[in-house]
């Protein structure tokens, strides 16, 4: 992640935490991470993985693409996996729509956390194979083919047998608590 998109993403961060009236304290907590690592992240002097992405946005009850300033071409990794920001658009009934790219790395395979009630996942694998879904119930795919999944569980993504790319859309209602 580049300095700029660092700090804008500490930016909304720390915009969204202030208009939920949480301390950085109890952000921290709910997100179960460290509060001198969401200081600094706030700050713009550390680069979040994708994990700690997600574990903000849950807290917070927002997209991913919220926190990533909805900027198009951004891109967030954790080990085994790259997401790169194609599109976020919110609709007038407040869902909101966000389109990454996934690049996979069989090296480790990435889980990530619950979006919350009602969010969906839809995964179009376009190169290599993987295996993804929600943890307990994932399928193993090949080029072309999709699945969709609830993602209100944990969840997972894994290249099998080589590095493997994927068009994912996930979709937030509007009724998130915001």
Do not use: C, F
């Amino acid at each position: 992640m580049d300095t700029e998109l660092a700090i804008a993403v500490g930016a909304r961060v720390r915009t969204v935490r202030h208009e939920r009236g949480l301390s950085l304290g109890a952000l921290a907590a709910a997100a179960g991470i460290g509060k001198g690592s969401l200081s600094e992240l706030e700050n713009g002097t550390r680069n979040p993985t994708l994990a700690t992405l997600y574990a903000l946005a849950g807290a917070l009850g927002v997209p991913l693409a919220t926190l990533l300033a909805e900027r198009a071409g951004s891109t967030v990794a954790s080990p085994g996996i790259d997401a790169r920001l194609l599109d976020a658009a919110e609709h007038p009934d407040g869902t909101v729509v966000e389109v990454y790219l996934l690049s996979l790395d069989p090296s480790s395979a990435h889980r990530s956390p619950s979006h919350g009630p009602g969010v969906r996942e839809h995964l179009l694998l376009t190169s290599g194979r993987a295996r993804v879904g929600r943890v307990g119930g994932e399928v193993d795919l090949g080029p072309g083919q999709a699945v969709t999944w609830v993602s209100d569980v944990e969840h997972g993504y894994a290249a099998v047998d080589g590095p493997a790319t994927a068009v994912l859309v996930i979709t937030s209602p509007g009724d998130r608590g915001e």
